[in-house]
């Protein structure tokens, strides 16, 4: 199954220092990969008119019925699983993690993953920016994201 995370409304390339906020320059969001937290994939500019990442996946069936959804860029354990949405700053080769966005898997209608594993594909919509004008972080369910099956 195809995971794709669609993503627009960016936050810029820099965000300024505000209350318990130090603020960040040449900054970038990545899908981070799991066990290996400075792999990050496909980083794009926080000035982008949109970023899009495509993770391959399985969903399987577990004995209770629920299902899981796997992958190399997939986090956590059954029941918890997430994929991060990493922001860092600086150049390519000195990049540093500040801040990350939780997609959660766990928060996708059931109906909707039934969709997805019917048709292999399992679709996140979200905008990045949050309420202050700074990158989106934290765990993120919706309504700050929207899931669908199919394209």
């Known amino acids: 199954m195809e995971l794709r995370i669609e993503a627009a409304d960016l936050p810029g390339r820099e965000c300024g220092a505000g209350p318990g906020f130090p603020g960040y320059r040449d900054i970038h969001v990545a899908v981070q990969r ?3 937290p400075a792999e990050l994939l496909d980083p794009h500019p926080g000035d982008a008119p949109r970023a899009r990442w495509s993770l391959e996946c399985e969903a399987k069936r577990l004995p209770d019925g629920a299902v899981d959804i796997t992958g190399r860029y997939v986090q956590g354990g ?3 699983r997430f994929v ?3 922001w860092v ?3 390519a080769g000195a990049r540093s993690l500040f801040r ?3 997609l959660l898997l766990a928060a996708v209608d059931p109906v909707t993953v039934e ?3 019917a ?3 399992l679709v996140a919509r979200l905008g990045l920016t949050d309420v202050k004008g700074h990158p989106l972080c934290a765990a993120v369910r919706p309504p700050l994201v929207t899931w669908s099956a199919g394209g």
């Open 34 to 36: 799991r066990g290996r």
């Open 115 to 117: 969709e997805a594993m």
């Open 100 to 102: 990350r966005a939780k």
């Open 89 to 91: 700053a600086g150049g």
């Open 78 to 80: 059954p029941g918890g």
């Open 84 to 86: 991060y949405l990493s």
């Open 119 to 121: 048709g292999g594909l």
